[in-house]
């Protein structure tokens, strides 16, 4: 088939690109729902007319097999905009105020959702489908007009996501921007209402200082460094199953993935049969050879894991053959001493484990808040109790309770990061509210005349009226 190079966005036609859509922005053309839903029809029937291409690009950048991409990629693409397509008459609708006294309730207090204007959606590598397109969704359905700038380092995707806006959408009111540092710069000296950054926290953190000079909103979805913590009560098959698949889906390349595991040293040498047994279940043939096994997204990301794991003092216990040409990095399980070893201070954003053995739950839990009190998913694997302390005693973005990462796989559940993992969230009616503005509005009758009569001047003797 052959999917075109990928051409940056030359910098200079950025400044015109934002001014077009901000203008059409003030024209209202984006508010009437007709338009929201006709657009979103379009981007849906986009989405299927180019899902083979999808799948070819996805293979390209990732490796990613056809299952792992149609499910989590253009499924759920299409999927999220049929929901809201479903919901969005009800989520527009004004909503009638709660709790508001009597006497307040005869000027009608309601909230209306407004969109926000003119918006930037900065989309990541690894879910470079779901996690740009997904924001945008949320962007239209929400009656803005919106920039897309997908992640330069998934490069295939990023050609056919603007092969599919600017096939199917309104040019006045949606764009792709593509390129890298340069063109996001550029992008980020012009006024937004609103950036959604899905990426790194270095990145992130360059993006909040740009906006907070125009004071504009952010929504971060940021990284990783997410605990698993298994007791010597949980269930060691089902969690070495679980969180293998947590760190072979898009080999590892997964914000949500667990980053390291702390576990009850009691129950480490089962854990590590378990995670054997459970490979070769997932891989019968080997993993280099599966088609269910994808690669690393690029040589630079290659290089930073090869590092990761080579600076890392722990002692591999599974895997740890790599190869460089096919960009490959062998699910490699290691039994490290250390919460400051590479592997656990580093977001590794690959196929590699490090288990921490520990004493008990306690010192599991100190640990874990040591390494990051603010991780974006957590994983505990135990009794109710156990998991219910941990979730108790920890915080994070999201958490999946015996298991790897559900939370993060369920369409219309708001996702989204805490502290330095990220702020706002998105998905569902989430990804509405994300992108639009909730205005309080009153309306004052005439004949409420007299009675407002009191908060006039004079205020002489009025207050022992009241
Ligand atoms: P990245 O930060 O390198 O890139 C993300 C986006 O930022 C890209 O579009 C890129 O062009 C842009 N960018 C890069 N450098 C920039 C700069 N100096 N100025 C302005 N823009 C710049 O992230 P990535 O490598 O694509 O993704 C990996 C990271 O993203 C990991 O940390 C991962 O945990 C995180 N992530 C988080 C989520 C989430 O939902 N919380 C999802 C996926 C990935």
């Not at 700038?149 to 792709?176: G, H, R, T, Y």
Request: proline share 6%; hydrophobic share 40%; charged share 25%.
């Amino acid at each position: 088939m052959g999917i075109p190079a990928l051409d940056y966005t030359p910098v200079d036609d950025i400044p015109t690109i934002a001014k077009r859509l901000r203008t059409t922005f003030n024209t209202h053309k984006t508010r009437p729902i007709d338009f929201r839903l006709a657009q979103l029809r379009k981007l849906y029937w986009s989405v299927k007319d180019h899902e083979a291409e999808l799948l070819e690009a996805n293979k390209l950048d990732l490796g990613r097999g056809t299952f792992e991409a149609s499910l989590v990629e253009i499924d759920w693409a299409t999927n999220d905009i049929v929901f809201v397509c479903k919901k969005l008459a009800k989520w527009m609708k004004d909503e009638k105020a709660p709790d508001i006294p009597f006497a307040n309730s005869l000027v009608s207090p309601r909230i209306r959702k407004d969109p926000l204007g003119c918006v930037l959606v900065i989309g990541a590598y690894n879910f470079p489908v779901n996690l740009t397109l997904g924001p945008f969704i949320g962007a239209i359905a929400a009656g803005n007009t919106a920039v897309m700038k997908p992640s330069e380092n998934a490069p295939n995707v990023a050609v056919v996501l603007q092969k599919i806006v600017e096939s199917a959408l309104d040019p006045s009111c949606f764009a792709v921007v593509q390129g890298a540092v340069a063109e996001t710069s550029k992008l980020l000296d012009e006024k937004w209402d609103k950036i959604f950054y899905t990426g790194s926290a270095s990145v992130g953190t360059i993006i909040a200082k740009k906006a907070a000079e125009t004071l504009t909103p952010v929504t971060l979805e940021l990284g990783g460094r997410n605990p698993a913590i298994i007791t010597k009560n949980a269930d060691i098959r089902l969690a070495a199953r679980r969180l293998l698949w947590g760190k072979t889906l898009n080999a590892g390349q997964v914000c949500i993935s667990q980053n390291y595991t702390l576990i009850d040293r009691e129950v480490l040498p089962v854990f590590v049969e378990e995670m054997k047994t459970a490979l070769k279940s997932f891989y019968p043939n080997g993993v280099k050879t599966s088609p269910d096994f994808g690669r690393i997204v690029n040589n630079k990301q290659w290089t930073r894991l090869k590092k990761l794991l080579d600076a890392s003092k722990g002692q591999i216990l599974i895997g740890g053959s790599t190869d460089e040409k096919e960009l490959y990095i062998e699910p490699t399980v290691l039994q490290v001493d250390s919460i400051h070893d590479s592997l656990i201070t580093e977001e590794s954003f690959g196929p590699l484990m490090p288990l921490l053995p520990v004493t008990d739950l306690s010192h599991a839990i100190r640990l874990a808040t040591e390494v990051h009190p603010t991780p974006l998913g957590l994983y505990p694997f135990g009794t109710k109790p156990e998991t219910d302390r941990v979730l108790r005693e920890l915080r994070s973005g999201g958490a999946s309770v015996n298991d790897a990462f559900t939370h993060g796989t369920i369409p219309t559940l708001a996702f989204g990061g805490v502290g330095d993992s990220g702020q706002g969230a998105y998905r569902g009616k989430a990804s509405f509210d994300c992108f639009s503005h909730r205005r309080s509005i009153t309306s004052t009758p005439g004949w409420m005349e007299r009675l407002l009569d009191v908060r006039y001047p004079p205020y002489e003797g009025k207050l022992a009226k009241l």
